[in-house]
């Protein structure tokens, strides 16, 4: 199979099911923005985490991947046929444990504090962000997304802001306040 197929040639693809859309579809915009949140996270990887955190970084990059086929998809037909695009409740309950795991070794934040610090965590920021913004697109689609489709977007931003802060906390870096 070829990597160049010419069917986005003339500014369209197709969603999944064959719906063909213009590039600037905001179903395509929103799952483009997470495709770009997953390349942070292999970024953010690739400055060197500890091995805690990478694991981390792996299992929501391959969230990522069934959350971007669920935007994807309008109809809401991949997810009784491909298993590992589904994510559900249970995946917003671990990065809700995950976080509080690993904020339970940061200090209490009592003022704003800049992005920052060492390179993966200044990476993580920058995640936390394109994460935030890929949140907009989504809460913006109609038909809307899934709920609990926003819920894990939502919830993943506060997991990357406090994986910055554990990254720069054990680099010993310190966290410069507003």
């Not at 991949?78 to 671990?94: F, M």
Request: contains cysteine; proline residues 4%.
């Amino acid at each position: 199979m070829k990597i160049y197929t010419k069917t986005g040639d003339t500014g369209e693809t197709s969603l999944y099911g064959g719906t063909r859309v213009g590039k600037d579809d905001p179903r395509v915009q929103a799952y483009g923005e997470v495709d770009e949140l997953n390349a942070h996270l292999g970024l953010a990887r690739a400055t060197g985490v500890d091995v805690d955190i990478d694991a981390v970084l792996v299992q929501l990059q391959r969230d990522l991947f069934a959350l971007g086929a669920r935007l994807a998809d309008p109809g809401e037909k991949i997810t009784p046929r491909v298993a590992k695009a589904a994510l559900g409740d249970e995946e917003v309950l671990r990065l809700e444990q995950t976080i509080d795991r690993f904020d339970a070794e940061l200090e209490p934040l009592r003022n704003f504090i800049l992005a920052g610090g060492c390179v993966s965590g200044a990476a993580l920021h920058v995640a936390r962000a394109v994460c935030r913004r890929a949140e907009r697109h989504m809460v913006a689609l109609a038909p809307p997304a899934d709920a609990v489709l926003v819920r894990y977007i939502n919830r993943l931003s506060d997991l990357l802001f406090v994986l910055a802060r554990a990254a720069n906390h054990r680099a010993k870096s310190p966290e410069t306040t507003w």
